[in-house]
T-cell receptor, first 117, second 118 residues
């Protein structure tokens, strides 16, 4: 299994500011994923964070708004930039289990509840 | 693109009874995995059960079992002997098989809120 520590667990931010969310894993993983969960909604993939290369963004998400860093195989950050109330969501970090492709289980951090006022 | 549909926004069950949550999906791939995740108010996503598409046998995990109908692209979750701790949001999720650039990504359904009445 993989244990994920995600920080902060929650924050209230002013519009126009930025927040950086950290995701730390207790083992080396190839791929890390960032999801957004808007209030009462399902999870939507923002991007895949790859170590040693730029993140791969899903349709509707751009690097200027959601810059991602992946400096090593156990850590990633997601920044929500120039926030507006529409960015109020839960942001979740996820990793695949040890063993990479052959392990189908995904593990999740506890999420960051962001409120933009 | 793959899609996952959960048509039941809310379900309720009496404690100790059985409830079934529905999920359908659409894919053109033959190799994939299906999952049910539970999200309690703590926000932590918890894997309930998984099913490999190549396996004909339905997966079971204690009180949780699935009815996997590959031809119909249906993947329902049955919770037997429901407990108060089962109350949560349940998400059905799809993941393509190994290989390619998009492995590991999960596509989620809209979720079903399960209420358990004492």
């Amino acid at each position: 299994s993989a244990v994920i520590s995600q920080k902060p667990s929650r924050d209230i931010c002013q519009r126009g500011t930025s927040l950086t969310i950290q995701c730390q894993v207790d083992s080396q993983v190839t791929m890390m994923f960032w999801y957004r969960q808007q209030p009462g909604q399902s999870l939507t993939l923002i991007a895949t964070a790859n170590q040693g290369s730029e993140a791969t963004y899903e349709s509707g998400f751009v690097i200027d708004k959601f810059p991602i860093s992946r400096p090593n195989l156990t850590f990633s950050t997601l920044t929500v930039s120039n926030m507006s109330p529409e960015d109020s969501s839960i942001y979740l970090c996820s990793v695949e289990g040890p063993g990479g492709e052959m392990n189908t289980e995904a593990f999740f951090g506890q999420g960051t509840r962001l409120t933009v006022v | 693109a793959q899609t996952v549909t959960q048509s039941q926004p809310e379900m309720s069950v009496q404690e100790a009874e059985t409830v079934t949550l529905s999920c359908t999906y659409d894919t053109s791939e033959s190799d994939y995995y299906l999952f049910w995740y539970k999200q309690p108010p703590s926000r932590q996503m918890i894997l309930v059960i998984r099913q490999e598409a190549y396996k004909q046998q339905n997966a079971t995990e204690n009180r949780f079992s699935v009815n996997f109908q590959k031809a119909a692209k249906s993947f329902s979750l049955k919770i037997s002997d429901s407990q108060l701790g089962d109350a949560a949001m349940y998400f059905c999720a799809y993941r393509r098989g190994a290989g390619g650039t998009s492995y590991g990504k999960l596509t989620f359904g809209q979720g079903t809120i399960l209420t358990v009445h004492p």
